[in-house]
């Protein structure tokens, strides 16, 4: 019993002592990047080196304390960093937001999607890639790189959306022609789907077969 205890309670210091070392590293990255900021040296290696840390850090760890941090970056114009942040926080909504209208880093966007939905489901990849392209058709002004960028999204994405939804939001002076890539993907998508839910049915019913089989086989054998 002693022992339990002892192994549990050692289990709950690692944990909080590697919040509190992934937190205090973020800081002093954070720190590092605010200081270096406010010497003007946005050009310097050493700027460049140190953000590109917090943001790695900021987005394989889940140890760290996001509101904490998120505090500290605010006011500031550590964009990419904030949508990071909001994305640990589920708010993608406010992460594409800066990435798409205050960054307008298209790639940013897409890769923000991609690694955001990492280890999920199907549903949960289709969410955030359609939350993107709303923020690209969903812009006060419709700029023309805004709808070239949902133009490609969805010529190079079209697997990570459902068609049917995607034909809904656009808006009718669309072409066919401007989406013959991602009608030709999504088309495929559907034939691929529709064989593999044969093939799993055919499986079923065989399945079924061998299983009937097995039991008329055994009843013939307990009446021998």
């Not at 937190?23 to 406010?38: D, G, I, P, Q």
């Not at 939905?117 to 990849?125: A, F, G, V």
């Not at 133009?151 to 656009?170: E, I, K, T």
Request: proline share 1%; hydrophobic share 45%; with cysteine.
């Amino acid at each position: 019993h002693c022992f339990w205890r002892h192994g549990i309670n050692g289990l709950f210091v690692s944990s909080w002592q590697k919040e509190k070392y992934h937190t205090h590293l973020a800081v002093l990255y954070l720190e590092k990047v605010l200081n270096l900021k406010s010497l003007e040296a946005e050009k310097n290696e050493e700027l460049c080196e140190t953000r590109v840390k917090l943001q790695s850090l900021l987005r394989e760890s889940d140890l760290y304390r996001t509101h904490l941090i998120l505090d500290k970056i605010s006011g500031s114009d550590l964009h990419m960093e904030c949508a990071i942040l909001y994305g640990k926080l589920e708010e993608h909504e406010k992460a594409l937001h800066i990435l798409v209208h205050v960054l307008k880093d298209f790639a940013a966007a897409e890769d923000y999607c991609m690694w955001n939905s990492e280890n999920k489901d199907i549903p949960y990849r289709q969410k955030l890639f359609h939350m993107l392209l709303t923020a690209y058709l969903n812009s006060s002004s419709a700029e023309h790189e805004l709808v070239m960028a949902a133009v490609d999204l969805l010529n190079s994405h079209a697997a990570d959306f459902d068609a049917a939804l995607v034909l809904r939001l656009l808006p009718d002076s669309w072409s066919v022609q401007l989406l013959s890539s991602f009608l030709t993907g999504a088309m495929r998508e559907s034939i691929h789907a529709q064989r593999m839910s044969q093939i799993a049915l055919g499986l079923a019913k065989a399945e079924n077969l061998i299983y009937k089989h097995e039991k008329v086989s055994s009843n013939n054998l307990s009446i021998v």
